[in-house]
């Protein structure tokens, strides 16, 4: 792991937000001592993939932000979760910690942040989590699997939904973290799951933390087998995307 910064959970104030995290969700108090080292990782590690370093910040924008997904169903009942562009493991780690009983795969491309992540499973005693260093769109033992499919911050919807489909199994679902709605790019996936088998989508206004304004779960659930000719070659998803956008 990298030089480490004064760790962050071990301020009073940020053990407390953990535990009311925690108590939120009804979590075990492992769970809130895995939570504390994923913060301490994100806080203090130097390769950490992320921006954001001030403990409490760490806290909301990414734990708070990704364990709220916890109040959909779909997220509480999947026995596998495929975390795709994963980056510093969010939303997967959290999940992962929140849920281990299910099986997570952490999907991302970039080998530096696989190596990161490694670590951190590792640090963190997280078992139930498997890093995949490979492109989504080249991830072949994932296809036609999956229950639910997570994305956070990785690309406009109809992106992610031809990214997403390919993986999920007839049924399961896919989970988009938005900001602000968009009604142009909520026209353009609606366009794109048509083509990709995805059904109608379910938006949801969350609220991850007292400050968190516009925050949105946008839920898709794969009612068809996806068109065989997804997914499309490695870019072309970006390059091309469906739904005309």
């Known amino acids: 792991m990298g030089e480490s910064r004064d760790a962050g959970v071990r301020e009073p104030r940020t053990a407390r937000e953990i535990e009311r995290l925690g108590g939120r969700y009804g979590l075990d108090p492992q ?29 909301d924008d990414h734990l ?21 562009g994963s980056g510093a493991g969010l939303p997967g ?7 281990p009983e299910a099986r997570v795969f952490l999907v991302e491309s970039a ?3 696989c190596a990161y992540l490694e670590g951190l499973l590792a640090r963190c005693s997280i078992a139930n989590c498997e890093v995949i ?3 989504v769109e080249t991830w072949t033992s994932g296809r036609n699997r999956l229950d639910v499919v997570t ?30 709605r968009d009604p142009d790019e909520d026209r353009a996936a609606a366009d794109a799951a048509a083509a990709l ?17 516009h925050r949105h779960l946008h839920v ?26």
């Open 31 to 59: 769970a809130g001592a895995q939570l504390a080292c994923l913060v301490d990782s994100l806080v203090s590690d130097t390769h950490a993939p992320t921006a954001v370093r001030e403990p409490s910040r760490v806290v």
């Open 64 to 84: 708070a932000d990704s364990l709220v997904a916890i109040e959909l169903e779909e997220i509480r009942v999947a026995a596998s979760i495929a975390d795709i």
């Open 93 to 99: 780690l959290p999940l992962a910690v929140a849920r």
């Open 111 to 113: 080998s530096r942040k």
């Open 133 to 135: 260093h490979a492109r």
């Open 151 to 180: 994305a956070r911050a990785v690309a406009a919807l109809p992106v992610v939904l031809e990214y997403a489909a390919p993986l999920l199994r007839v049924g399961g679902t896919l989970v988009a973290w938005r900001g602000r």
């Open 197 to 213: 088998g995805m059904g109608a989508v379910a938006i949801h206004r969350v609220h991850p933390y007292q400050d968190a304004e």
């Open 220 to 245: 898709w659930v794969k009612a068809l087998e996806t068109p065989a000719r997804f997914p499309r070659r490695p870019g072309m998803a970006a390059k091309r995307p469906l739904g005309g956008r």
